[in-house]
């Protein structure tokens, strides 16, 4: 069986993004698209250029940051859009346009008040318009699962003709059964006269929990390029996750005529990343890169592995990256060696002011845990804010005991001034931000509070992620120590601070329409 190549189209930074609090700051996408990049993704979905003059500035950033890969920008059917996105791209090695147009009956009546042939006039248009900035452009027909097929093969080839040479076929709301969805691109493929021009692609969320499953019926069906993201992070259930493609297509060969140029060794560092910088935890049960992915409890299954590891594992663990966060630097390690693990690891150290505060940071962590990990590494850096710190953790003090209400003392800095507060709450956590708010008096409401151990070990960070809601505005925050009460107080400062400042990571489409 001869093998094709299959491009993976990573929307971690686009629709990922899309998930509620997940929104990242600028450095935090450069960080993930050098991830992504070692991970060897042929196309790096960067953002929706013309969203925001932040989105814009990312897509620019890592378009000039990244070489080993294709970079893209999501733009509608328009020419402001058009125009923003090639605008953004320009310092790309490599770059797409995404252009994207709905086609399905409910969508082209209600959300675009066209008629069919109105949007196959935009879709051609926009194609034309794009190849004139670019070389490759990828044209989606939004809701398609819901779309009818003889209108899909009637744009399609009008798109192809234009000179779309990726056709992508998303399954916008999570509504396509397997067999169904790989019998449409199967008939695209066989209908579309002019279909050999193109590659098609697919884009699936996970609504009913079938946007991996879906992807790969599309893969048999022909289908040449899965959008997908790391850990299926995406807007409501999700989207197809990266890893469980590319390790269902790695792992049964005999179904797959098909091939990645993946460096699998670097999923799970790649999830552990987004993890943190997102604060979307991995649930322990999740597939290839949850932290019980690999584990047996079964005594049967134990003794099954010992004898002979294939009786229940499909797959080596480190061939996906377990076990690879290998120990980088000690309390001994100078700052050149700090520096350059840094940018091995695609963080950019700034200025010598910048490499300072961090190596600082990274001697005072050496001196409470004895080995550093690369994810110790990227928690530090994701805890030295962009932002201005209004407020500022000077001490804590915790007390509890049995069968009584703990209580919190500790000492803010608020614009320079120290303030001191004390409060009581029904366990430490809730004393401690309690006296914060005796302090801040936000009005801010705690929607989520998330706490994940980085590394093992009883000398682990704690990574805590807060999210506070602010009339409808929702920030992240994090916070990283080898004590949670003070790695809880910083996420909630870090939250807060974001908040104070005004420039909060906004909602990449809270106005603009997407797949």
């Known amino acids: 069986m001869s093998m094709s190549n299959i491009v993976i189209f990573d929307t ?18 450069v960080r993930i698209a050098k991830a992504l990049e070692r991970l060897r993704v042929d196309v790096i979905e960067a953002g929706f250029a013309i969203a925001s003059p932040g989105d814009f500035a990312a897509v620019e950033a890592v378009a000039a940051a990244v070489r080993d890969a294709r970079v893209c920008s999501l733009a509608r059917a328009k020419r402001e859009d058009i125009e923003k996105a090639a605008a953004a791209l320009r310092p790309a090695a490599a770059a797409r346009i995404h252009t994207f147009i709905a086609t399905s009956p409910i969508h082209m009546q209600y959300k675009l008040r066209l008629q069919p042939e109105q949007v196959i006039e935009h879709a051609v248009q926009a194609v034309k318009l794009a190849r004139q900035k670019v070389d490759d452009v990828e044209f989606s027909c939004e809701d398609a699962g819901r779309s009818e097929v003889d209108f899909l093969c009637r744009i399609i080839e009008a798109a192809i003709a234009a000179g779309a040479r990726t056709i992508n076929i998303p399954d916008t ?38 946007a991996v499953a879906n992807s790969l019926a599309a893969v048999q069906a022909g289908a040449r390029q899965v959008e997908c993201t790391i850990n299926g992070l995406g807007e409501r259930a999700g989207n197809a996750a990266l890893e469980e493609i590319a390790m269902a297509i790695n792992t049964r060969r005999d179904l797959f005529a098909v091939q990645t140029r993946l460096q699998t060794v670097e999923i799970v560092p790649t999830s552990r990343l987004v993890s943190s910088i997102t604060g979307f935890p991995v649930q322990p049960n999740k597939a290839i890169v949850g932290a019980n992915a690999f584990a047996h409890e079964s005594g049967i299954h134990q003794d099954g592995v010992l004898k002979h590891r294939e009786t229940y594992e499909i797959m080596r663990a480190e061939d996906v990256g377990w076990n690879a966060n290998r120990m980088v630097l000690g309390k001994h390690s100078g700052r050149a060696a700090f520096r350059a693990r840094l940018e091995e690891l695609g963080i950019n150290t700034g200025s010598d002011e910048q490499l300072n505060r961090l190596f600082a940071r990274f001697k005072d962590l050496a001196d409470k845990k004895h080995e550093i990990y690369d994810e110790d590494l990227q928690a530090l850096v994701s805890e030295v804010s962009e932002v201005a710190a209004v407020y500022e953790l000077d001490h804590l003090k915790v007390l509890s005991e049995s069968g009584q209400a703990p209580c919190a003392e500790l000492r803010l800095r608020v614009r320079g001034e120290l303030q001191t507060s004390v409060a009581r709450g029904s366990g430490p956590v809730d004393a401690a931000f309690k006296a914060i708010e005796n302090i801040v008096t936000s009005g801010t409401h705690l929607e989520l509070y998330s706490v994940n151990a980085i590394t093992s070990g009883t000398d682990s960070q704690g990574e805590v992620q807060v999210r506070l809601n602010d009339q409808g505005r929702i920030v992240n925050g994090q916070g990283a120590d080898t004590d949670i009460l003070v790695a809880s107080v910083k996420a909630y400062l870090d939250a807060l601070n974001l908040l104070t400042s005004h420039s909060l990571r906004a909602h990449p489409q809270r106005e603009n329409d997407g797949i």
């Not at 971690?12 to 996408?29: H, I």
């Not at 199967?186 to 279909?195: D, E, G, S, V, Y």
């Open 12 to 29: 971690t930074l686009r629709d990922g993004e899309q998930s509620p609090g997940a929104s990242m700051t600028l450095d935090e996408k």
């Open 173 to 210: 709301v999570g509504y396509a059964i397997p067999a169904q969805f790989g019998e449409l691109i199967k008939q695209l493929l066989t209908r579309i006269p002019n279909a050999d021009q193109a590659i098609f692609s697919v884009h699936c969320h996970n609504d009913l929990g079938l």
